[in-house]
């Protein structure tokens, strides 16, 4: 019996490092990038573009894919390239000159920490993950609700993210930069504060990149994180679309609980009509 529990937990030990090699990969031969400060930048912008380009093609083809087209949210307001330039200019603009001067301020000051030699186990990447995900969604969600209920601080802070009732890809990183400080904020100082391994802080960007995305392209898939993830855990597109149709609903970013809790949540109405 012993050996059957030593062989079982060897075994399960191993599962829960199949991260180890991947790791080993990236330290020996990737070692200069990953450890600059400008690789998680590098790595959430090019998410960011990677995520919205295929849904900015749909939006330009519109009802010429009417298989995809049948599940846009707001049929009626389609995003002309103009808008998705603008969107797309404003988030370029953001990083040159903001991000990217901050991070290299940043050098400066804070120490750049040491990159350890063992891979997280999958158990922690999910739940560190998880958890940075639950923490950095209550902190939004406060925010975002201060910040509609304030005037002077929605007009001179979020009315950006607001331009548009009907949210699209490139829409997703449309901010002002007092909004993007908090949202930058909270991203870095999460994982430093519940201890996540590097590994798991560059998948949790990837990952809420690809969320946040999700959350503006304007179409209610059914493929989509919020019809896989069960009761309705997640708002999704057809959430974040509905606050930006009223926007005093749907305050959190990922999850649905907070809006529910404190009775902000509006569920989206589905139109009956059926498109040919």
Not at 2 to 22: A, E, M
Not at 38 to 65: C, E, K, N, Q, T
Not at 223 to 234: M, S
Not at 268 to 274: A, D, P, Q, R
């Amino acid at each position: 019996d012993t050996r059957f529990y030593v062989l079982q937990t060897l075994g399960w030990n191993k599962i829960w490092r199949l991260l180890q090699p991947f790791w080993d990969y990236l330290l020996f031969h990737h070692m200069p990038l990953i450890s600059s400060p400008f690789f998680i930048v590098i790595l959430a912008f090019s998410s960011y573009l990677f995520f919205s380009v295929p849904f900015a093609v749909l939006d330009l083809l519109g009802d010429r894919v009417p298989l995809l087209y049948q599940y846009k949210i707001q049929p009626e307001r389609q995003p002309t390239t103009r808008m998705m330039a603008k969107s797309f200019l404003t988030a370029l603009y953001n990083h040159l000159f903001f991000v990217l001067p901050a991070v290299s301020i940043g050098m400066f000051i804070l120490p750049i920490p040491a990159l350890p030699q063992d891979a997280p186990t999958l158990y922690e990447l999910f739940v560190d993950g998880l958890a940075a995900l639950l923490l950095f969604d209550t902190q939004y969600y406060i925010w975002h609700y201060i910040h509609h209920k304030q005037p002077q601080l929605y007009r001179w802070i979020h009315a950006v993210h607001h331009e548009y009732m009907a949210p699209f890809s490139w829409s997703t990183e449309q901010l002002s930069i007092p909004e993007l400080m908090a949202v930058g904020f909270w991203s870095n100082l999460d994982p430093i504060l519940l201890k996540c391994h590097p590994l798991t802080t560059w998948c949790l960007t990837i990952f809420s990149i690809w969320m946040s995305v999700e959350d503006h392209i304007g179409y209610d898939l059914p493929w989509t994180l919020n019809h896989v993830v069960p009761f309705g855990l997640l708002g999704g597109a057809p959430a974040h679309d509905m606050h930006h149709q009223k926007p005093s609903s749907n305050f959190a970013p990922f999850f649905s609980h907070w809006d529910r809790i404190f009775g902000t949540a509006v569920t989206l109405k589905k139109k009956n009509t059926v498109r040919k």
